[in-house]
């Protein structure tokens, strides 16, 4: 089942804010912070394209069964 369009948006939103914080973090805070919320972002692009790429078995899988 695929991510809702109101949690996709939300994760997109996220995620760019995120990135925001990213950039205010490179230049002021310990190396760590950007380290940080750069997992963060990449744990949450993961999580839309992998979400994607489930459905895409989950139907390959269905179309198996069905024939």
Known sequence: MA???SV???LKDSESSLRNA???SAR???PFV???IATMIAELDSLIHIDSLMD???H???DTNNE
């Open 28 to 30: 002021s805070e310990r």
């Open 8 to 10: 996709l948006e939300s």
């Open 60 to 62: 390959s899988l269905e």
């Open 56 to 58: 895409t078995m989950e």
């Open 34 to 36: 950007a380290k940080t």
């Open 22 to 24: 990213l950039a205010f």
């Open 3 to 5: 991510l809702s369009k």
